[in-house]
């Protein structure tokens, strides 16, 4: 066994370089062909992922090797040698063993235990069965592999230890919230109906959000997994809609994930921004086929009580603003707060004009933007808050968050009209928050290359977790106790597979001894007939099973320790002992190699 593997992963490479060095469906066949047209390599697969490189072969020649495997994998995934070499991680023979079921394992995940990767390593194996690439070698790691991965899950609790990278990228999303009670009520939109988004839906059914649009280049492959989505039993309302249509469905979505096979950006920062400046569509209007009414709007209302004034309007920081008279109420008749005329009713008495200097000093507040409220020298908080939800001053619409109205004497009518609003319009669950502003779109790209374009998150209201975060996320999370199980069990399986591949390598020379031992008794028992032609069928077949029983036994004790002595580090020399004891033709040994690659490579071998 000389099996060699080069690769770079996110353990060696910065996510930059993983994207830009990501591969194709096409550039994967093109890579394996290439790989096996070189001269050191005889069978090939390549195991790629959102995180990971890795271009496994069975070599004869170490340095050559690495030099042509390192080479092919700056071709074909286009970033130049001399850059992409410093990031490149090179494992060998019984050390490469122990890094491909490891990953196999969960080990090596961005996310320790994920299971998904198993799926990766099942579709690894199967590329290389169907290009003809995947020799013996080949198939019995990646076939052992998935053994040892399914083992490590079921033996031993690392599941415990991390989760997949969706419901990881979910975790970072919710922030301080549970997955379950963030999702509530949400809507989400997946990118693409390939594997990843496929298991990325299934886990936004299953963690409670209650409507998912999925968006696909094929209509059909969209319309399928909406389809599972709905038979799944979660209650979420799934449905299929065309690329052309992600704008519009960006105003409607709390959360979009996306990971398809794009080699460009699917979301641009515009994309994003113009969704976010529209107004979002309450959850389920889409569907009446018209808008609800509104609720009864009111004239803004200020009130004065004592020295103090209240103005529900977001960015006023007026403090001791008197209007006309201590300990009188007063009714603003019109919604406008800057215009001479605008009417006051104070205490029933009858119209006066606002005084022009509060006026001034009120608009001169909003406009410098400040969002505190001083009432009779308590300073509160003040926060957006949905349409309908609050006090209709001006163009804004606010509230005083945390405070109860009633102990702030608001006695005006907005108070009672956004009470009303509120038991009206469904609320929300709560946000989290980027840099103090409510989240209006969160946002988890798996892509490699990425979807969606980094510079969104310096757009208000965006919060963005792609690989890179995840990455640096990972980093922090504590590792389970189960991890050291798994690695017991990697450490076993590694050395038994490799006993194992050192005994079946010598196992075509004891086959052709075998054969060769055959035929001498072939020859012998012919030879016989010749001088003894008298002998009947019945002493001829006793001559002949005598005969070789003679050489079976003579051959047992050799062949067998032979074998054991393979097995063990250092044997691999004994099967050229072998060949040169009994003068073995070696295009025989050969003959016997080839034959058994070939049962290999049939259909009873395929990854399952």
Same mark, same amino acid.
């Given at each position: 066994? /000389?099996?060699?593997?080069?690769g770079?992963s996110?353990?060696?490479?910065?996510? /930059?370089?993983?994207?830009?060095?990501?591969?194709?469906?096409?550039?994967k066949?093109?890579?394996?062909?290439?790989?096996?047209?070189?001269?050191p390599?005889?069978e090939?697969?390549?195991l790629?992922?959102?995180?990971?490189?890795?271009l496994?072969?069975?070599?004869?020649?170490?340095?050559?090797? @690495?030099?042509?495997?390192?080479?092919l994998?700056?071709?074909?995934?286009?970033?130049?040698?001399?850059?992409?070499t410093?990031?490149?991680?090179?494992h060998?023979?019984d050390?490469?063993?122990?890094?491909?079921?490891?990953?196999?394992?969960?080990l090596?995940?961005? @996310?320790?235990g994920?299971?998904?990767?198993?799926?990766?390593?099942?579709?690894?194996?199967?590329?290389g069965?169907?290009?003809?690439?995947?020799?013996r070698?080949?198939?019995d790691?990646?076939q052992?592999?998935?053994?040892v991965?399914k083992r490590?899950?079921?033996?031993?609790?690392i599941?415990?230890?991390?989760q /997949?990278?969706?419901?990881?990228g979910?975790?970072?999303?919710?922030v301080?919230?549970?997955?379950?009670?963030?999702?509530?009520?949400?809507?989400a939109l997946?990118?693409?109906?390939?594997?990843?988004?496929?298991l990325?839906?299934a886990?936004?059914?299953?963690v409670?959000?209650?409507?998912i649009?999925v968006?696909?280049?094929t209509?059909?492959?969209?319309?399928r997994?909406?389809?599972?989505?709905?038979a799944?039993?979660?209650?979420?309302a799934?449905?299929?809609?065309?690329?052309?249509a992600?704008?519009?469905?960006?105003?409607?979505?709390?959360?979009v994930?996306?990971?398809?096979g794009?080699?460009?950006l699917v979301?641009t920062?515009?994309?994003?921004a113009?969704?976010?400046s529209?107004?979002?569509?309450?959850?389920?209007?889409?569907?009446?086929?018209?808008?609800?009414?509104?609720?009864?709007?009111?004239?803004a209302?200020?009130?004065v009580?004592g020295?103090?004034l209240?103005?529900a309007?977001?960015?006023?920081?007026?403090?001791?603003a008197p209007?006309?008279?201590?300990?009188?109420?007063l009714?603003?008749?019109?919604?406008?707060l800057?215009?001479?005329?605008s009417r006051?009713?104070?205490?029933?008495?009858?119209p006066?004009?606002?005084?022009?200097?509060? @006026?001034?000093?009120? @608009?001169a507040?909003a406009?410098g933007g400040r969002?505190?409220?001083a009432?009779?020298?308590a300073?509160?908080v003040?926060?957006a808050?949905p349409?309908?939800?609050?006090?209709?001053?001006?163009?804004?619409?606010?509230?005083?968050?945390g405070?109860?109205?009633s102990?702030?004497?608001?006695h005006?009518?907005?108070?009672?009209?956004?009470?009303?609003?509120?038991?009206?319009?469904?609320?929300?669950?709560?946000?989290?928050?980027?840099?103090?502003?409510?989240?209006?779109?969160a946002?988890?790209?798996?892509?490699?290359?990425r979807?969606?374009?980094a510079?969104?998150?310096?757009?208000p209201?965006?919060?963005?977790?792609d690989?890179?975060?995840?990455a640096?996320?990972?980093a922090?999370?504590?590792?389970?106790?189960?991890?050291d199980?798994?690695?017991?069990?990697?450490?076993?399986?590694?050395?038994?597979?490799?006993a194992?591949?050192?005994a079946?390598?010598?196992?075509?020379?004891?086959?052709?001894?075998?054969a060769?031992?055959?035929e001498v008794?072939a020859?012998?028992?012919?030879?016989?007939?010749?001088?003894?032609p008298?002998?009947d069928?019945r002493?001829?077949a006793e001559v002949?099973?005598?005969?070789?029983?003679?050489?079976?036994?003579?051959?047992?004790?050799?062949?067998?320790?032979v074998?054991?002595?393979?097995s063990e580090?250092?044997?691999a020399g004994?099967?050229?002992a072998?060949?040169?004891?009994?003068?073995?033709?070696?295009?025989?040994v050969?003959?016997?190699s080839r034959?058994?690659?070939?049962?290999?490579?049939?259909d009873?071998?395929?990854?399952s």
């Amino acid at each position: 066994m /000389s099996l060699l593997v080069v690769g770079l992963s996110h353990r060696s490479a910065p996510v /930059s370089v993983l994207e830009r060095a990501s591969l194709n469906a096409d550039a994967k066949a093109k890579l394996l062909h290439d790989t096996l047209a070189a001269e050191p390599a005889a069978e090939a697969t390549v195991l790629a992922t959102c995180n990971r490189i890795e271009l496994y072969a069975d070599v004869d020649k170490f340095h050559a090797g @690495v030099a042509e495997l390192s080479t092919l994998l700056a071709q074909h995934s286009g970033v130049a040698l001399e850059e992409l070499t410093p990031y490149l991680y090179v494992h060998y023979e019984d050390r490469a063993v122990h890094h491909l079921f490891s990953v196999a394992c969960g080990l090596d995940s961005m @996310v320790v235990g994920e299971g998904q990767i198993l799926g990766q390593i099942k579709d690894a194996l199967a590329l290389g069965q169907e290009l003809h690439t995947a020799g013996r070698l080949i198939n019995d790691l990646f076939q052992q592999a998935l053994r040892v991965g399914k083992r490590a899950h079921s033996e031993t609790g690392i599941d415990r230890a991390g989760q /997949s990278l969706v419901t990881f990228g979910l975790e970072q999303l919710a922030v301080h919230l549970p997955v379950r009670e963030w999702a509530v009520g949400k809507r989400a939109l997946v990118l693409g109906a390939g594997s990843m988004s496929s298991l990325a839906a299934a886990t936004l059914a299953r963690v409670g959000f209650a409507e998912i649009a999925v968006a696909n280049r094929t209509a059909e492959r969209a319309e399928r997994l909406a389809e599972i989505l709905v038979a799944s039993g979660t209650g979420v309302a799934a449905r299929a809609v065309a690329m052309s249509a992600v704008a519009d469905e960006l105003t409607r979505v709390d959360v979009v994930v996306s990971c398809t096979g794009a080699t460009g950006l699917v979301l641009t920062a515009d994309d994003v921004a113009a969704a976010v400046s529209a107004p979002q569509t309450p959850a389920g209007l889409e569907d009446r086929g018209s808008a609800p009414d509104p609720a009864p709007q009111t004239p803004a209302g200020l009130s004065v009580a004592g020295a103090g004034l209240d103005v529900a309007e977001a960015g006023l920081d007026v403090a001791g603003a008197p209007l006309g008279g201590a300990g009188n109420r007063l009714d603003v008749a019109e919604a406008r707060l800057g215009g001479a005329g605008s009417r006051l009713d104070v205490g029933g008495a009858g119209p006066e004009l606002v005084d022009a200097g509060v @006026v001034a000093r009120l @608009v001169a507040a909003a406009d410098g933007g400040r969002r505190r409220l001083a009432d009779a020298g308590a300073v509160r908080v003040l926060a957006a808050v949905p349409e309908g939800d609050g006090c209709p001053v001006g163009d804004g619409r606010a509230a005083i968050a945390g405070v109860d109205a009633s102990s702030l004497e608001l006695h005006g009518t907005w108070a009672d009209q956004g009470e009303a609003a509120a038991q009206r319009q469904p609320r929300r669950g709560v946000r989290a928050q980027v840099d103090g502003v409510a989240v209006r779109l969160a946002l988890l790209d798996l892509a490699m290359p990425r979807d969606i374009d980094a510079a969104v998150h310096r757009i208000p209201g965006v919060r963005l977790v792609d690989i890179e975060s995840l990455a640096e996320a990972s980093a922090d999370a504590p590792m389970a106790a189960d991890v050291d199980a798994v690695r017991g069990i990697v450490a076993q399986e590694v050395a038994a597979f490799g006993a194992a591949q050192r005994a079946a390598h010598i196992t075509p020379t004891v086959v052709a001894l075998r054969a060769m031992a055959a035929e001498v008794v072939a020859m012998e028992v012919a030879r016989l007939d010749g001088r003894v032609p008298d002998l009947d069928e019945r002493q001829r077949a006793e001559v002949t099973q005598t005969v070789r029983r003679v050489v079976d036994k003579l051959l047992h004790a050799p062949t067998v320790r032979v074998k054991q002595l393979a097995s063990e580090p250092g044997g691999a020399g004994y099967a050229e002992a072998l060949r040169e004891l009994f003068d073995l033709d070696p295009q025989t040994v050969a003959s016997v190699s080839r034959a058994d690659s070939a049962d290999t490579n049939d259909d009873s071998g395929r990854a399952s």
